[in-house]
């Protein structure tokens, strides 16, 4: 089936500093999609991508779909302490019979010293 | 409701029993989905429903997992003969269409089976 390789597995960061993160498959998505999860919660939608070489910000959260469109990134400015948590990269193919379903990365846990 | 809600939040179980989890989607969703997450993985996809159509089950690990929807609302996932590599956050989520971006997910449920 298919894969998406997130990396880096876990972070350890000081408040203040910056975030990235990434997400690469071995198959083509059209759109990409940003999660977080706070422990004991489901996972919350932080940003959406639809199109290859999308750019798009939520706050201090910039994502891109990549040009090829088997990879996208999360970049988190100016981290602070609730920024604490489980970020997961999701993929959704076009069309089908499961155009809802998404496939999702393994996750990475970001941890931030005050 | 409000948001998507899993019923119990917790439960453990011994091996070889039968459980049902219980999902209760927000309501006017039509579409509702079940992952699975084990401890420091990514969402596993399970069963996927959309309205009135046939469920893609193509995630289902084995016939001891079986899910339904009654009345196009609440679902439950049954897991039969539960077995220790069942233990997992069974997450439920729902969205307004089967178009996979506006997810919402429940809390999940814990199962232990000892």
């Known amino acids: 089936g298919q894969q998406l390789n997130q990396s880096p597995q876990s972070m350890f960061i000081q408040e203040g500093e910056d975030v990235s993160m990434n997400c690469t498959s071995s198959s083509i998505f059209n759109t990409w999609l940003w999660y977080k999860q706070d422990p004991g919660e489901g996972p919350v939608l932080l940003i959406a991508?639809?199109?290859?070489?999308e750019l798009t910000s939520n706050g201090r959260l910039t994502a891109q779909f990549g040009i090829t469109r088997k990879d996208s990134f999360l970049n988190i400015s100016a981290s602070i302490p609730s920024d604490v948590g489980i970020y997961f990269c999701?993929?959704?193919?076009?069309?089908?019979?499961?155009?809802?379903?998404?496939?999702f990365g393994q996750g990475t846990i970001l941890t931030v010293h005050p | 409701g409000a948001g998507v809600s899993q019923s119990p939040s917790n439960k453990v179980t011994e091996k070889g029993k039968d459980v049902e989890l219980r999902c209760d989607p927000i309501s006017g969703h039509t579409a509702l989905y079940w992952y699975r997450q084990s401890l420091g993985q990514g969402l596993e996809f399970l069963i996927y429903?959309?309205?009135?159509?046939?469920?893609?089950k193509s995630g289902l690990p084995s016939d001891r997992f079986s899910a339904e929807r009654t009345g196009g609302s609440v679902s439950t996932l049954t897991i039969q003969r539960t077995q220790q590599e069942d233990s997992a956050v069974y997450l439920c989520?729902?969205?307004?269409?089967?178009?996979?971006?506006?997810?919402?997910f429940g809390s999940g449920t814990r199962l232990t089976v000892v």
């Open positions: 429903f959309q309205g009135n159509s046939a469920p893609d």
């Open positions: 989520a729902s969205s307004l269409s089967g178009q996979g971006i506006g997810y919402t």
């Open positions: 999701a993929g959704r193919n076009a069309g089908g019979t499961s155009y809802g379903k998404l496939t």
């Open positions: 991508l639809y199109k290859a070489g």
